[in-house]
């Protein structure tokens, strides 16, 4: 019995020692998470919902990856904070030498984290090792005009152009395609996983992975041998904690245990911190597109069903852009924060033209079931059409919800369709998509570069990021004109006739237009600075 | 000849036989049989989640049924060796087990053992909180509400004990989170520690994972303040769930002891009413406490997934909710044969100490 009754008064004593500990310690929360054992405590942490599908540059075309490796691995161009335009990073120069060549020499005494040199050897593996393995959920599509990488010495690359005078590859190499990395630590021609990236410490950007659990928190240290456009952080190093719920990203920045919080707040969140005191609203330039994408292979008389018939395809398409009401979805879901959108280019953009206005709906914006009932007719189709239509709950922030559930609620409402709605998580959804598992689902899409370019050619020429079997030569051939169009006002006209034939053919119906969004405590500086036309979010000019 | 009967010797207010040195007999047995009882109630545990988690088909098909073109379903099924008879993939997952190996996810090809000890300190942290709080409410309040039987006081403690496992632990946890932390901010909103905190402990030579222990470890007071502050709600919704259960076992048990004879006899001799709850009563009333426990862990690891999903611990509750939602049944599987595990050790555990402390449940 000794042993019994020690046995219960240590576990009394532990226990009142934990409720000691417990009870010790509930002040107030707040004051928070920022001082992270830096030297000078300016370390600054950034909230997200947004996930990380890899770190492998060749693996991921996602807001959640590219926010990562902006800050990890150089760029041979990048946008100089607060600008949209590509100049040169790591480079000392870029320019065209012939139409169709376009010449980098690099930074002299460039290095990787672990001490590797960075040459032109490594910018040549990068490209080309994006271009071979080709991954489905890879930016691969965007070197789409790219021939062959030269490595002419140790500091200048040449890269061989199909098409001459490309306005937009100096904005592609300062995209996702253009992340240098290691070629003594990346294969050649797999992905690598984010545990052993970070264990190669392959990176020469502004920062390098400290610590990283993936998904969770992510330490990054500031990169002394930075050489390159964005130069020293304002930071003595940053933080990105990762959230699954936007409620809990929102209450953390605003007792201050964030910094800044990032995508995806809702609307009404927004809205309900812009009267918080304690935390400051940014917004700026939007050029997020939200819309839906049709798989032309399996959805309804896809060419790939059982009851095939593009014509009957195109019906379904026009009729759904007929019938949907983006106005209503843009004032009762995300409460004014984001616009309708009636191009594939979004309204602002040089080039940009409003053409589903005209050609679907009333022809002001407003559905039209009329119009909607006499595509069904002239095709022949029988109504309703099932339509199995996926969107993804986590990656689009938590009002994508209620935008399908609002979708779902049209279609049906006309008697045109019946929906089969349905929600995947993103890491998986990023995956299916591109394997034919959706007919019809939902996608949103935060550009890589300022350019009307950004919103034509990963979608619509062959072998696109999309991967929904969609191809139109003249639709390929109006993108390819506009890519290699010296003259601005030449330029924009084919720009517009590229939308206005991609409206004919509705590969993708848009659905609402955007702006950037960031919440940063009022001891924060510079978040402004990096909310511009880039779209790329740069931890380094945020400070305390 | 007189025969000397010697009387037994007495606690201090004659109630009690005094301590007296256990025999340990058949603990050594006891102790042998409950293990080795360990392992078939795992294999049967595996074996009907492996084929619960078939009924629906295939882990492709039952992700994938219906979205996928059939040909493309085929392929996938095939390569991931679905299409082989059932009894071979059963007998093969039963062999992975027993090298350590659980798969890997399908949703992000994450190795299951690297996921289920990534995230299991954070499960087992939220699991011991929960039950100290259950341990430190339950029995206090149940012996205060015997104590006070049929009072008011009695009464108010039974209303709180069906309140407090009546109450969805997500709608306390949403609850305590906007009192205490939106609208008072005395309390963290959300996750397990400040990003500054959670760096300084992930960062130690070789970490348990369990941060109030890494941090103790480490000698980082502000770390361990920091995370006990995100324990307290997460702690409270979980824990309160099985103290009501605690509360009104207790008081059950205690009443029961207070209408013993020894105990009567002790009022008789005039020993205070407080004397006879605390020290005569609350050691018999705790044994079954001990072995309800055991019962408990089950339910506070079924309590963890909305726990965790709640305050965004990022344990293998919250794992789990999300490799659903992804129909990751591999990862599923991997994350609930764990939990069988743990609720089977844990009752273990729990038998070995009842036993200890009561040698009449021994063999």
């Not at chain 2, 991997?334 to 402390?357: E, K, M, R, W």
């Amino acid at each position: 019995m000794a042993m019994n009754k020690k046995a219960l008064h240590s576990a009394i004593a532990l226990a009142g020692v934990s409720a000691f500990a417990l009870t010790a310690c509930t002040g107030p929360s707040g004051g928070g998470g920022t001082s992270t054992g830096g030297a000078g405590g300016g370390t600054i942490t950034y909230g997200t919902t947004d996930k990380v599908v890899t770190l492998d540059p060749a693996g991921s075309y996602d807001a959640g990856s590219f926010m990562v490796m902006n800050q990890i691995y150089p760029f041979l161009l990048n946008a100089k904070p607060g600008t949209a335009d590509a100049t040169p990073d790591i480079a000392e120069s870029a320019e065209f030498t012939s139409p169709t060549e376009y010449t980098v020499k690099l930074k002299s005494d460039l290095k990787f984290a672990n001490g590797h040199a960075l040459t032109s050897s490594d910018v040549k593996f990068s490209i080309d090792r994006v271009v071979k393995i080709a991954d489905d959920n890879g930016p691969a599509s965007l070197l789409g005009n790219l021939e062959s990488v030269t490595a002419k010495d140790d500091s200048t690359v040449v890269f061989k152009l199909k098409a001459g005078n490309d306005q937009v590859f100096p904005g592609v190499l300062a995209a996702n395609a253009g992340p240098i990395v290691d070629e003594e630590v990346f294969p050649a021609d797999k992905l690598m996983s984010d545990d052993e990236i970070v264990k190669g410490k392959p990176f020469a950007g502004p920062y390098t992975i400290e610590s990283y659990k993936k998904n969770e928190l992510v330490s990054l240290k500031v990169n002394p041998d930075y050489k390159g456009l964005l130069g020293k952080p304002a930071n003595d190093g940053a933080s990105i904690k990762y959230y699954a719920d936007s409620n809990n990203l929102k209450l953390d920045v605003q007792q201050g245990n964030i910094d800044v919080a990032g995508r995806s707040l809702t609307a009404t969140d927004a809205a309900d911190l812009e009267k918080d005191s304690k935390v400051t609203v940014h917004k700026g330039p939007g050029g997020e597109l939200r819309y839906i994408v049709f798989n032309f292979d399996t959805m309804p008389f896809g060419a790939k069903t059982a009851e095939a018939d593009p014509a009957k395809a195109l019906a379904v398409r026009q009729a759904m852009a007929n019938v949907v009401d983006r106005d209503a979805i843009a004032t009762q879901v995300y409460k004014g924060t984001y616009l309708p959108a009636y191009s594939v280019v979004p309204d602002g953009f040089v080039g940009a033209i409003q053409p589903l206005k005209e050609m679907y709906g009333d022809g002001s914006g407003k559905p039209s079931l009329d119009k909607a009932k006499k595509a069904f007719s002239e095709a022949g189709v029988t109504a309703p059409v099932n339509i199995k239509l996926q969107y993804n709950p986590d990656h689009y922030g938590k009002s994508s919800g209620d935008e399908y559930a609002m979708i779902k609620e049209q279609l049906e409402k006309s008697g045109l369709f019946k929906v089969d709605l349905q929600s995947t998580e993103w890491v998986t959804y990023s995956k299916d998509r591109t394997k034919d598992v959706y007919p019809v689902y939902q996608l949103g899409w935060f550009p890589d570069y300022s350019d009307a370019d950004n919103y034509l050619t990963p979608f619509f020429v062959p072998g696109n990021f999309l991967k929904n079997h969609y191809e139109n030569p003249s639709v390929t051939d109006l993108i390819t004109k506009q890519l290699t169009t010296v003259d601005k006002a030449e330029r924009e006209k084919v720009l517009g006739e590229a939308q206005t034939s991609v409206a004919k053919d509705l590969s993708t119906l848009p659905l609402l237009q955007g702006a950037q969004l960031m919440v940063a405590g009022k001891d924060v500086k510079g978040v402004e600075k990096t909310l511009d036309a880039s779209f790329k979010t740069r931890l380094g000019v945020i400070s305390k | 000849m007189t025969t000397l009967i010697e009387a037994p010797p007495t606690d201090a207010d004659g109630l009690l036989p005094s301590k007296k040195k256990s025999s340990g007999g058949g603990l050594g047995q006891y102790i042998l049989i409950r293990f080795l009882l360990i392992f078939p109630t795992i294999l049967i545990l595996v074996t009907m989640v492996f084929f619960l988690m078939r009924i629906t088909g295939d882990p492709i098909t039952a992700a994938l049924g219906g979205r996928l073109p059939p040909e493309q379903l085929a392929e996938r099924i095939t390569a991931a060796g679905y299409d082989r008879p059932i009894l071979v993939q059963y007998f093969e997952y039963l062999g992975q087990l027993l090298t350590g190996n659980f798969g890997t996810t399908l949703s992000d090809n994450r190795q299951v053992t690297e996921m289920l000890t990534t995230y299991g300190s954070a499960t087992l942290e939220l699991t011991i909180n929960a039950l100290l709080v259950a341990l430190l409410v339950g029995i206090p309040l149940g012996m205060i509400a015997a104590h006070r039987r049929d009072k008011a006081p009695d009464a108010v403690l039974r209303i709180f004990a069906i309140l407090c496992y009546a109450t969805p632990v997500f709608f306390s946890g949403l609850l305590f989170k906007l009192t205490f932390s939106v609208w008072l901010g005395w309390l963290p909103v959300a996750g397990r520690a400040k990003t500054s905190s959670e760096l300084q402990l992930t960062s130690l030579q070789a970490p348990t994972g369990i941060y109030w222990l890494d941090a103790v470890r480490s000698g980082n007071m502000a770390a361990l303040g920091d995370v006990m502050a995100h324990a307290v709600l997460p702690a409270l919704a979980l824990g309160l769930l099985t103290a009501g259960i605690f509360l009104r076992l207790v008081r059950t048990n205690v009443i029961g002891t207070l209408g013993k004879d020894y105990v009567e006899a002790g009022r008789s001799r005039g020993v205070s009413e407080f004397r006879l709850v605390t020290k005569h009563a609350y050691k018999p009333a705790l044994i079954p406490i001990i072995t309800v426990m055991g019962l408990q862990i089950a339910v506070l690891l079924g309590g963890a997934v909305l726990t965790e999903t709640t305050f965004e611990w990022k344990g293998l509750g919250f794992q789990l909710a999300t490799y659903l939602t992804a129909r990751d049944f591999v990862a599923v599987q991997g994350i609930v044969v764990l939990l069988a595990v743990i609720v089977a050790v844990t009752n273990f555990i729990v038998d070995i100490v009842a036993a200890l402390i009561d040698p009449r449940v021994r063999y």
